[in-house]
């Protein structure tokens, strides 16, 4: 993109990290990184940490209702990443907008825990939005708790995309960052079949709000036109470059953030 192009528009839907690794602050960084412009929607404000989320404050639902409105009624949206949603009513707010077709290229993250394993969603919140989406990109824990029975392998997770995938998303990726192992591996649903993105993982503890990133990345790149798939094996490769970015970081005393402006090629 050119200094004086006018860059695509990307909303986000998700909860504000105090710590500004993850929700809405992570996905604002993507998208700037990305070139593209970012809006935001906040659902709740969490009080939280690299160590640990000490407390959630879920926005009321007229708040929220409002905050969509207004950004709908003047920015021209050219994708949606959604994330944390906390309550059942804060979903039928959004669900009515992605019904009516306010919410294109919709990159759903279904955030149901913390990594502390603080709840912060409902299964049914995320259940509502889900015919809506284009891609759903939940990791091992949140496709359980979706589905009901544990994803352990990938296997698992390749019959977790199908199932989901069967709810209405065209795409789904199951992410597989917290099965440990030498290799990283997401499996990606589509029309076409199931195949498995695989790659050497990446020794460090700065991880926090890898999941938002990757799914901001991928509303990005489907803002700027790009088809599913290419949007999706971009997203894993600026994860990448983001976790080497930060991979000698030393902020906080917990999970660190990524780097979100690294030099993509050393994902390569």
């Not at 906390?86 to 979903?91: D, Q, V």
């Not at 939940?138 to 995938?165: F, H, K, R």
């Amino acid at each position: 993109m050119t200094p004086h192009e006018t860059p695509h528009v990307v909303l986000t839907i998700a909860g504000s990290d105090s710590s500004g690794g993850a929700g809405i602050q992570a996905d604002l960084k993507t998208f700037a990184a990305l070139d593209c412009y970012g809006a935001s929607v906040i659902t709740a404000v969490t009080s939280q940490n690299t160590k640990t989320v000490s407390d959630v404050h879920a926005m009321p639902p007229s708040v929220v209702a409002a905050q969509l409105g207004a950004v709908l009624e003047d920015l021209p949206i050219s994708a949606v990443k959604i994330g944390m949603v906390a309550t059942g009513e804060i979903a039928a707010n959004i669900r009515a907008r992605a019904r009516n077709g306010e919410l294109p290229r919709m990159v759903l993250d279904p955030v149901l825990t913390a990594s502390t394993g603080r709840r912060l969603g409902i299964v049914s919140a995320i259940e509502r939005l889900l015919p809506y989406a284009t891609v759903v990109t939940p990791n091992i824990d949140e496709a359980s708790a979706l589905l009901g029975w544990q994803v352990a392998t990938p296997a698992d997770m390749a019959g977790a995309a199908a199932q989901l995938a069967s709810q209405g998303p065209p795409c789904v990726v199951v992410t597989g960052g917290d099965l440990g192992g030498a290799e990283s591996v997401d499996a990606v649903w589509t029309a076409n079949g199931t195949r498995f993105m695989r790659a050497p993982r990446i020794p460090t503890g700065n991880t926090h709000g890898t999941g938002c990133t990757f799914s901001a990345a991928i509303a990005a790149r489907l803002a700027q036109g790009y088809p599913v798939e290419d949007s999706i094996a971009y997203a894993n490769r600026y994860v990448r470059a983001a976790l080497l970015g930060a991979q000698d970081w030393r902020i906080g005393s917990g999970a660190g953030p990524l780097n979100h402006f690294p030099r993509l090629k050393e994902a390569t």
